[in-house]
């Protein structure tokens, strides 16, 4: 089959709405990620074991299922319990908790390669719990962990495609649209290829310069 640019400029359009909704989808999974992340982390360190253990499960429980089967699960099985969630949303927040349980062991690491000296100095100061967390621990946690994190956020990227599985009318589905549509399966998905490769190039470039400016965390 010939390449026809001409093709190609007619269905660009659409394949850049797919960009549009992809690269919302990974930004606001990645917000999600990081919030359920610190969340799951801190809840580990809870003196109270049952927390502790419940969240240790619950993540160990996300981590150990696939995250394809996550997504049918909050878009297709929640309805049936009266959770009826738009397909961007519940594409979000299954992005947001399967990473989240991977970004909680950056931060749990970051956490604990903070000196135990600082912890004291806080305790000294009479600092409560939430001024020494702000003000004392995540602010030198945090930034060894952004390549780290960073690494994670271009993998959810990647992963994007599997939206198209509840409806979600990102890059792959919308490729998949219009090859089904014109019967034409070598110009769209060499598009989406193509947008996939700059996209995360652009993404690892960005990532160098974090672990450049802030180091490498090593997992």
Known sequence: ??????????????????????ILATILGSILAAIVGLGIALARRSENRLVARSIGWFAEFIRGTPLLVQLYFIFYVLPD???????????????????????????????DNVPRGQWEAAKACNLNGRH????????????????????????MFKETPLLSAITVLELMNQAKSVANTYYRYIEPMTLVGAFFLVISLCSVVLLRWLEHRYG???R
């Not at 089959?1 to 992809?22: A, C, R, S, Y």
């Not at 020494?132 to 993998?155: E, K």
């Open 1 to 22: 089959m010939d390449w026809d640019w001409n093709f190609v400029w007619e269905i660009m359009p659409t394949l850049i709405q797919g960009v549009k909704i992809t």
């Open 132 to 155: 020494t967390w702000t003000h004392i621990i995540l602010p030198q946690a945090i930034p060894p962990m952004i390549p780290a994190l960073a690494n994670y956020f271009i993998a």
């Open 81 to 111: 319990i009266g959770i009826l969630l738009p397909p961007l949303v519940a594409g979000v927040i299954g992005l947001g908790l399967h990473y989240g349980t991977y970004t909680a062991e950056v931060y749990r690491a970051g956490i």
């Open 216 to 218: 490498r965390i090593e």
